[in-house]
């Protein structure tokens, strides 16, 4: 069986940070996005994100502690989440994880491969590849390694588990702004806006 998740790449140790709960997640981790996270997760997955984009804000960050740290976020004009889709053999545990300096911004790029036929790398150290052949799709979890482990699909099956994916992001987003209102009620509308835009993802309500 074939799963995929979008997942966040979690650079920032929750230790010290006070602006709101926060779940322990490892550095450098990666941290399944979805509408089924518990409240302190979605605290990680925000203060993540955020600290991504700390340093792309436009203007003069506001003095107090939460809107100055949400400032960066919420006024980038193109904001990024590092991260990217995981997918998993779980018969075989062979494992495709999204590389370096990827971000799901892009993970949409998936569908090239899908419908164009092409291929698309997904970030470096490791050098993720996934390539169209026919009927099937291959991803290569490292293609500067000899003999690197491949998964291999048919394309509606890939094609199925993006639809997957978006529907997972849609709910998590929905899960975002039932948070928002909590911890940031007077960024909630910004904060939705901003992480809908870093995620690819069409705003609902």
């Known amino acids: 069986m074939i799963a995929m998740q979008a997942v966040l790449e979690v650079r920032v140790p929750a230790d010290g940070f006070t602006l709101w709960p926060v779940a322990g997640v490892e550095p450098y981790a990666f941290l399944p996005l979805g509408g089924g996270l518990a409240s302190a997760e979605v605290g990680a997955a925000v203060m993540s994100v955020a600290d991504c984009n700390a340093d792309a804000g436009e203007g003069v960050a506001p003095d107090e502690p939460l809107g100055s ?15 990217g889709l995981r997918v998993v053999d779980t018969v075989t545990g062979v494992t495709f994880r999204p590389g370096c300096c990827e971000g799901l911004e892009d993970w949409r790029a998936w569908f090239d491969v899908v419908d164009g036929g092409g291929t698309a790398g997904f970030g470096h150290d490791p050098w993720p590849l996934a390539e ?30 993006l639809a997957g994916v978006e529907r997972e992001l849609g709910d998590f987003l929905r899960v975002v702004r039932t948070w928002a209102a909590r911890y940031a009620p007077g960024q909630a509308a910004g904060l939705g806006a901003a992480l809908a835009q870093a995620l690819d993802m069409p705003e609902r309500r």
């Open 69 to 83: 740290f949400l400032h960066g976020l919420l006024t980038a004009e193109v904001p990024v989440a590092l991260g």
């Open 132 to 161: 169209r052949l026919g009927d099937t799709v291959r991803l290569t979890v490292d293609c500067e390694q000899d003999g690197s482990p491949v998964i291999e699909l048919p394309v509606g099956e890939l094609r199925c588990l």
